[in-house]
């Protein structure tokens, strides 16, 4: 591979994929047209001479990742796996960007056939490629064995000017460096072209002493227009570079063919039409006709596509033989591609009584990783440098470290992150991506805002990333508002398809990972206390696991209580003395909302039942709670510095304050009179 030889199909399959992007876009009269065309002479190299993947098994384990992280030029990435034989045809080619159609305006993963992360936010696919490559590492130390080196696929991400821009990437790249990634292969697209213009106006720094100065090999073809041989040659000293990642600098002609080539013209609209049949006439191409494949160009990416699948297979075989020498491991290996847990693990939850004496969740949590990690070798996790604050290391648990740095191995389960929130959030969900890992990632719960990006495309990806996010509300006390995340969680909940849970005790903390580790398509938030809280009479795994349930029932109660986390607790108390005035009030712990409202109409109605006012408390924003209680109670703006009791006593978060509210509320649904209906109870 090392020696380029050309084909002569070479240049028709180029124009091939630029021609059709022209097209694609045209025809949709929306999409970037430019990085497609720009790009089409390294993604033919690549496609043809070193991608390692079978088209007609996607989900191959040892495929070679693709990222493309530039996603608005996916109309290449459409275009490739069409060629090569996926499950996109011509058509879904030309109902790009349509309703419903398998070529969404982005790369979506679980929807096209193909596309292993979705990207478009820009430096995203950039950091998930860095979590694919640290996954095949770990997974390859664990697992490979002399003459059986199962996983050793590389990753190839494809990036851009913006992507680089991106705090993401910075992050991402940075840990890269330090891991020493040799895996990871990154093509940047250096055309000098964003979407107000030429990058001199706003990006002008030296890409290749900033990736130097992280620890990356950086090399360079300066005519990634037409220098195959040039394009190849990098691509052979990047895979050859073990010990760092690769960034290739490819100086490109943005929309080459194009009237407007090497303009911002040609980055976001489509081409006129005179343009593209000017294009076409270009390169020999019936200037007329359009989405034309030459049959050779088919022919060539059928031959590659051949080349992945004969791989597979003999990966397979591999697979047989090493079932018979390592039993153990190939049992445990193919249970975890499968996605699959190991049979039991949850008889590992720790249970509670009332008995047990008070801890922090944060501390609840650290018990619980304590308990289940022996059983879940798949679970792999860090922190963004405040391991002692989040207690997310396992006595015994190894550092994931490069072997020469004398701090861990490839083999480690636990990651230093270092300070890099957002960077850590997208390297997760690139874990996820890769198979065979849960990913957990920490950090204080305000600081989950910084990953907002990488934790808004978990759950819109599916990927089952766990965020033990710790000192969750003005219960931290000192450290003030500046850390007291008032309005993170209302943030939280909004987002489709994320678990939020804020458990009370030590049974809705088993909860807790307890659902989040059973869905696999869903990211889950612990929003855990720095305070110690009692465990609570009543509590079960069973019951928390429902997403909320009955903590205090009562007959012919005058108002219930609905609460989560550290202020159930002091709910309990308001209703105590509330009882000793022969006031009855019911209490029920809400951990999780979107649990809750997943189960039937029936057990959610005999949970917050009309009859009587439903007040809710927490120690956050109240925004949310209105779908749940007819009064709420919370914090009307930021938190407070000081001792912790203090500053819960200054914003009336106390038991007897509570009891106060308690009657006022109670008072005025009396005067009010008629019929009290639960707030669940919608025409729609």
């Known amino acids: 591979m090392s020696q380029f030889t050309p084909e002569p199909t070479d240049n028709t399959s ?44 996607s989900k191959w384990f040892n495929r070679d990742r693709f990222v493309l992280s530039n996603g608005h030029a996916c109309a290449l990435q459409y275009i490739l796996l069409h060629l090569l034989g996926y499950k ?39 950091a998930n490629g860095v979590g694919l490559a640290m996954a095949q590492a770990h997974l390859g130390a664990v697992y490979n064995r002399p003459k059986f080196d199962l996983i050793n696929n590389y990753t190839y991400v494809f990036t851009g000017d913006g992507c680089l821009m991106e705090g993401v990437a910075s992050e991402a790249a940075s840990l890269a460096g330090h891991l020493q990634l040799g895996n990871l292969i990154v093509i940047y697209d250096d055309n000098h072209i964003s979407i107000d213009g030429d990058t001199a106006v706003a990006f002008t720094e030296n890409v290749e ?98 080349r992945g699948a004969k791989l597979e297979s003999q990966w397979n075989s591999l697979l047989s033989e090493y079932a018979k020498a390592y039993p153990k ?37 650290e018990l619980v990783l304590t308990a289940i990690t022996p059983a879940l070798p798949d679970l792999m996790g860090g922190s963004a440098d405040l391991t002692g604050s989040n207690l997310t290391k396992v006595k015994g648990t190894v550092d994931f470290q490069p072997p020469s740095t004398g701090l861990g191995n490839y083999a480690g389960t636990y990651i230093r992150y270092g300070v890099r929130e957002h960077g850590m959030g997208a390297i997760a969900n690139g874990l996820h991506a890769y198979g065979g890992i849960v990913p957990f990632v920490a950090t204080f719960l305000n600081f989950v805002s910084y990953a907002a990006g990488a934790v808004r495309l978990s759950a819109l990806s599916k990927h089952q990333v766990i965020w033990v996010a710790t000192h969750d509300s ?108 022969g006031i009855n009030v019911r209490l029920v712990s809400l951990p999780c909302w979107s649990v809750f409202d997943k189960q039937d109409e029936q057990y959610r109605l005999s949970v917050l039942r009309s009859g009587a006012p439903i007040l809710s408390l927490e120690a956050l924003a109240t925004t949310g709670w209105q779908k749940y209680s007819h009064e709420q109670y919370g914090l009307p703006a930021w938190g407070a510095s000081g001792p912790y009791l203090k500053v819960y006593e200054k914003f009336g978060i106390t038991g007897p304050n509570i009891a106060a509210v308690s009657k006022k509320v109670i008072a005025f649904y009396k005067q009010k009179g008629g019929q009290v209906v639960s707030p669940l109870v919608k025409a729609l």
Request: hydrophobic residues 35%.
């Open 14 to 57: 180029i124009a091939t994929i630029r021609t059709l992007a022209a097209d694609v876009v045209g025809k949709a009269n929306s999409g970037h047209p430019g990085a497609p065309m720009g790009m089409a002479p390294v993604s033919h190299v690549l496609f043809t001479r070193f991608f390692n993947a079978n088209p007609k098994n």
């Open 88 to 126: 996109l045809s011509m058509d879904d080619l030309k109902a790009f960007r349509q309703l419903d159609s398998l070529t969404p305006g982005h790369p979506e993963a679980h929807h096209t056939d193909g596309i292993e992360v979705t990207t478009g936010p820009l430096g995203q696919g950039f």
């Open 329 to 365: 491991e190939h049992a445990e290996l193919t249970r975890r591609i499968s996605g699959k847990l190991p049979e039991g693990w949850e008889q590992t939850l720790p249970v509670y009584t009332p008995a047990d004496p008070a801890q922090a969740s944060r501390k609840l949590s």
């Open 474 to 581: 003005i219960g931290l006390g000192e450290d003030g508002p500046t850390h007291q995340p008032i309005e993170t969680a209302v943030h939280l909940r909004a987002i489709p398809n994320l678990d939020f849970w804020r458990p009370a005790d030590g049974n809705e903390t088993s909860a807790a990972y307890y659902v989040a580790l059973k869905s696999t398509e869903t990211p889950s938030v612990f929003s855990l206390s720095r305070q110690n809280l009692p465990n609570l009479e009543g509590s079960t795994i069973e019951r928390a696991a429902r997403g909320g349930y009955v903590l205090y029932e009562v007959a012919n109660e005058d108002m219930t209580i609905v609460s989560s986390g550290s202020e159930v607790p002091i709910a309990l108390e308001a209703a105590s003395l509330l009882k000793k005035e």
């Open 209 to 306: 002493q900033r990736f130097v100065s992280y620890g990356w090999q950086v090399l360079h073809v300066n005519d990634g227009d037409h220098d195959l041989a040039a394009i190849n040659g990098a691509i052979v000293a990047a895979r050859a570079e073990k010990s760092k990642p690769t960034i290739i600098c490819l100086k490109t002609t943005i929309g080459y063919g194009s009237k407007q080539q090497g303009t911002h013209g040609v980055h976001g609209s489509p081409l006129k039409p005179d343009d593209i049949q000017s294009l076409k006439s270009k390169f020999g191409f019936p200037p007329d006709q359009k989405f034309y494949v030459p049959q050779e160009t088919y022919d060539t990416y059928q031959a590659a596509a051949l």
